[in-house]
T-cell receptor, first 113, second 113 residues
């Protein structure tokens, strides 16, 4: 596609539920990043994929968060037992490799009620 | 790990004036420094970047300077226009290593007509 696509654009879920957020990177981009952005803050790094493997998952806050990229393209961020503190905009970015010229998607606004 | 500090948090200028946003980083291994512009409710967009092998880079009204010794870099916008109003984020990364981009907390720039 023309840009990084994230779905859904908005997600409201109840505390304790499981959610999946999807990212479609720019075609041909091998690097994919997930970030979380709270109101008035900069993007907070969660995980970085190079191809199918997680090159760096040091930003995942706890074991409720997990991400996959099985075919090296689409990625899914999975959050178990959601908490109100998980409410934020989840951003995905992709690039041809590493952080150089990483392009962001529009984000998924997650609200846990 | 890397830590990026950004100042000021808010900046208000008159149309036509210059704006300067400054960032410092902690990891001397960082070698890639992009700047992103984020308008309200939209995705962060890459506006300019610089690598550690150069001290300055310009693109029309935007320039970025890097001082590796002092570990700080700055964004300069000249002849500001109302459409420059947005939140600007600096970031730092180590290309060839982990590759994750660490962001500052952002500067809200307001350009008054």
């Amino acid at each position: 596609g023309a840009g990084v696509s994230q779905t859904p654009s908005n997600k409201v879920t109840e505390k304790g539920k499981y959610v999946e957020l999807r990212c479609d990177p720019i075609s041909g981009h091998t690097a994919l990043y997930w970030y979380r952005q709270s109101l008035g803050q900069g993007p907070e790094f969660l995980i970085y994929f190079q191809g199918t493997g997680a090159a760096d998952d040091s930003g995942l806050p706890n074991d409720r968060f997990f991400a996959v990229r099985p075919e090296g393209s689409v990625s899914t961020l999975k959050i178990q037992r959601t908490e109100r503190g998980d409410s934020a905009v989840y951003l995905c970015a992709s690039s041809f490799g590493g952080p150089i010229e990483a392009f962001f998607g529009q984000g998924t606004r997650l609200t846990v009620v | 790990g890397e830590n990026v500090e950004q100042h000021p948090s808010t900046l208000s200028v008159q149309e036509g004036d210059s704006a300067v946003i400054k960032c410092t980083y902690s990891d001397s291994a960082s070698n890639y420094f992009p700047w992103y512009k984020q308008e309200l409710g939209k995705r962060p967009q890459l506006i300019i970047d610089i690598r550690s092998n150069v001290g300055e880079k310009k693109d029309q009204r935007i320039a970025v300077t890097l001082n590796k010794t002092a570990k700080h870099f700055s964004l300069h916008i000249t002849e500001t226009q109302p459409e420059d109003s947005a939140v600007y984020f600096c970031a730092a990364s180590t290309v060839g290593s982990q590759g994750n981009l660490i962001f500052g907390k952002g500067t809200k720039l307001s350009v008054k007509p």
